[in-house]
């Protein structure tokens, strides 16, 4: 059982940054793949980045690629979300989740493939 629980939400003008943060529960945070999902009001929850359990490798979806950043500490159990240039369209909860991944390389970047996930965090971006 891993419980998830994200910090750092807020509201920011358009080109301003956010950390989010994530924190796991357990002992067994380095077994987990990592990934940010958002859902805007009236909208899908969509992918925005994963990093697989070491860290060593990361992935992101194109509305936020070169402007986001994924990266973990296994030592603190924790993921991080660093999110620069903020534009409007960015605006979401912002939810964590972790999958089970047997391999240093593997990540998911569909919802259905993660196991838990945290009760999200509001990130409000004015234009």
């Known amino acids: 059982q891993v419980q998830l629980v994200e910090s750092g939400g807020g509201l920011v003008q358009a080109g301003g940054s956010l950390r989010l943060s994530c924190a796991a529960s357990?002992?067994?945070?380095?077994?987990?793949?990592m990934g940010w999902f958002r859902q805007a009001p009236g909208k899908e929850r969509e992918f925005v980045a994963a990093?697989?359990?070491?860290?060593?490798?990361?992935y992101y979806a194109d509305s936020v690629k070169g402007r986001f950043t994924i990266s973990r500490d296994n030592a603190k159990n924790t993921v991080y979300l660093q999110m620069n240039t903020l534009k409007p369209e960015d605006t979401a909860v912002y939810y964590c989740?972790?999958?089970?991944?047997?391999?240093?390389?593997?990540?998911?970047?569909?919802?259905?493939?993660?196991?838990?996930w945290g009760q999200g965090t509001q990130v409000s971006v004015s234009s």
């Open positions: 990093i697989t359990r070491s860290g060593g490798m990361f």
């Open positions: 989740a972790a999958g089970r991944v047997y391999s240093d390389y593997g990540y998911y970047t569909s919802a259905t493939q993660y196991d838990y």
């Open positions: 357990g002992r067994t945070f380095s077994s987990y793949a």
